[in-house]
């Protein structure tokens, strides 16, 4: 079993900056995938960015170039640092954690952008 924990989201202006956070505990490998996946109110959940243990990151397309994923040294934690905020990245984070067939989810963070 593995658990993750949350920290970070909150309310900021369009144009300012949040970090996240999530750690991870229990039976953890040296091999697994790390991410952030959003979902807004009325829309399915979707891919905001991943890293493998080996340094790898994929990002959707709506964050290239504004959010930036980063590892723990220790591999059992995962950052999201967001910049240049929009409205329309209003949704509740959550945090993903996946080795070979299992994966495990945060509770989820509440990031809100006004305008």
């Known amino acids: 079993q593995v658990q993750l924990v949350e920290s970070g989201g909150g309310l900021v202006q369009a144009g300012g900056s949040l970090r996240l956070s999530c750690a991870a505990s229990?039976?953890?490998?040296?091999?697994?995938?790390m991410g952030w996946y959003r979902q807004a109110p009325g829309k399915q959940r979707e891919l905001v960015a991943t890293?493998?243990?080996?340094?790898?990151?994929n990002y959707a397309d709506p964050v290239k170039g504004r959010f930036t994923i980063s590892r723990g040294n220790a591999k059992n934690s995962v950052y999201l640092d967001m910049n240049s905020l929009k409205p329309e990245d209003t949704a509740v984070y959550y945090c993903?954690?996946?080795?070979?067939?299992?994966?495990?989810w945060g509770q989820g963070t509440q990031v809100t952008v006004s305008s």
């Open positions: 890293m493998t243990s080996g340094g790898r990151t």
């Open positions: 993903k954690f996946q080795r070979a067939s299992s994966e495990y």
């Open positions: 229990g039976t953890i490998f040296s091999s697994n995938v």
